[in-house]
């Protein structure tokens, strides 16, 4: 007769092969929207736009937020730390800096993946 231990083995790992990959790829797939955000917010730094490179800064740093959630790892937190500065910059008007830190954003977001 089988155990119920055995029985709850068998589901926890059967459930974990199903979940985990789908983990993985959600955090891909914000991967892949904040690196998408940051490079509009340094089309419109080099625009001279900073209300555009803020813009684009806060939705690629809602993606670099919940991509972190999902899997966390140092470039992500460092990405996550230069949007934020581009946000603060680009909010004072500086689309130069800002454009600049989005840019140290986007090499940590391409380490990721």
């Given at each position: 007769?089988?155990s119920?231990?055995?029985?709850?083995?068998?589901?926890?790992?059967?459930l974990s092969?199903?979940?985990?990959?789908?983990i993985?790829?959600?955090?891909?797939?914000?991967?892949?929207?904040?690196?998408?955000?940051t490079?509009?917010?340094?089309?419109?730094?080099?625009?001279?736009?900073?209300?555009?490179?803020?813009?684009?800064?806060?939705?690629?740093?809602?993606?670099?937020?919940?991509?972190?959630?999902?899997?966390?790892?140092?470039?992500?937190?460092?990405?996550?730390?230069?949007?934020?500065?581009?946000?603060?910059?680009?909010k004072?008007?500086?689309?130069d800096?800002?454009?600049?830190?989005?840019?140290?954003a986007?090499?940590?977001?391409?380490?990721v993946?």
């Amino acid at each position: 007769m089988i155990s119920r231990r055995f029985v709850a083995l068998a589901l926890a790992i059967g459930l974990s092969v199903f979940v985990a990959p789908k983990i993985g790829l959600a955090a891909d797939e914000h991967i892949t929207q904040a690196i998408s955000h940051t490079k509009e917010a340094i089309t419109a730094g080099k625009a001279g736009h900073a209300a555009d490179v803020v813009t684009h800064s806060e939705a690629a740093l809602k993606h670099a937020e919940l991509a972190e959630k999902e899997k966390a790892t140092e470039h992500t937190e460092e990405a996550i730390t230069h949007l934020k500065e581009a946000i603060d910059s680009g909010k004072q008007g500086h689309a130069d800096v800002a454009t600049s830190y989005a840019e140290k954003a986007l090499k940590q977001l391409d380490e990721v993946k």
